[in-house]
């Protein structure tokens, strides 16, 4: 039987009316299964910012609590201090801080260049009120020197006054254990949740990893690869290998699982119901 741990869901702000309505659905279906919280993404130099917002208060005070991200990468210390006491009236108490993409034309890093420079300005902000989620990268940061600079990077965060982490998605659970060990040999032991991305359609899962630098194991990519448009195929050959991740890595010890829902019910609704963690 599979240990109970907690689950928590991400979404992004749509861009239409009939969109933001869809996700309201959405959010209503997905919190039935009781997760921990729900973040709502937040694009390169705060460029969805207004719909961010709305998502967030569309979700805020209904339940489960909400996790706003945010990114430093291009912004400045004003602007941030605005929306974290935005954020503290409205009873939100759970930040994701991330560095961000720099908007593209955008020169310069502003004042809060890295997201450990962001965790520090949160904590002088606002004391301990956030909980503060950071990125982490089992499989290496895109942009990092090395695996071990990327290690290090994670370990100002932490220090910075990171409460938890939220990975990069990954399917090569020797990579969570391996980065999460090399964590607890340098002292740092806050809980690392592993992000889950379920897999129902190749192109775009190759699309994705490409972009963030996660590995897709080939033995999954040429499998996929058989199955050609079959899209019944790849939707159970994807739920198989992602139960058997998720599997793996809470008996491994994962503390939560985060799940990337790209803004569906499905096929994360089934996933966390197999896995018995509603």
């Known amino acids: ?57 569309d979700f805020n005070g209904k339940g489960t609590p909400v996790a706003p991200h945010l990114s430093c990468i291009g912004d400045d210390k004003a602007r941030i201090a605005e929306l974290l006491d935005l954020y503290k009236s409205q009873g939100i108490d759970r930040i994701v801080a991330l560095r961000g993409d720099l908007p593209s034309g955008q020169v310069g890093l502003g004042e809060l260049p890295y997201a450990s420079d962001l965790v520090a300005f949160i904590r002088q902000h606002s004391g301990d009120h956030f909980h503060i989620e950071v990125a982490a990268y089992p499989e290496m940061h895109p942009q990092a020197e090395s695996f071990d600079k990327d290690i290090q990077n994670f370990i100002t965060k932490a220090r910075a006054g990171a409460n938890s982490a939220l990975t990069q998605f990954f399917f090569n659970p020797d990579a969570y254990f391996y980065f999460v060990d090399r964590l607890q040999k340098e002292g740092i032991d806050i809980p690392v949740a592993p992000g889950i991305m379920p897999i129902t359609n190749a192109s775009n899962l190759i699309r994705f990893a490409d972009g963030t630098g996660a590995e897709i194991p080939r033995w999954i990519r040429k499998q996929l690869a058989t199955y050609g448009d079959d899209s019944a195929s790849i939707k159970a050959f994807g739920h198989e290998v992602v139960v058997k991740l998720c ?11 985060h799940f990337y829902t790209m803004n569906h019910v499905e096929p994360n609704r089934q996933l966390v119901l197999d896995l018995g963690l509603a």
């Open 1 to 57: 039987m599979t240990k109970r741990i907690p689950v928590s869901f991400e979404f992004f702000p749509t861009k239409t009316d009939v969109g933001a309505e869809k996700l309201r659905v959405v959010h209503q279906e997905l919190q039935l299964l009781n997760p921990e919280f729900f973040s709502v993404t937040y694009g390169a130099g705060g460029s969805t910012r207004e719909r961010t917002l709305a998502a967030i208060n």
């Open 247 to 257: 599997e793996r890595l809470i008996a491994g010890g994962a503390p939560s699982l």
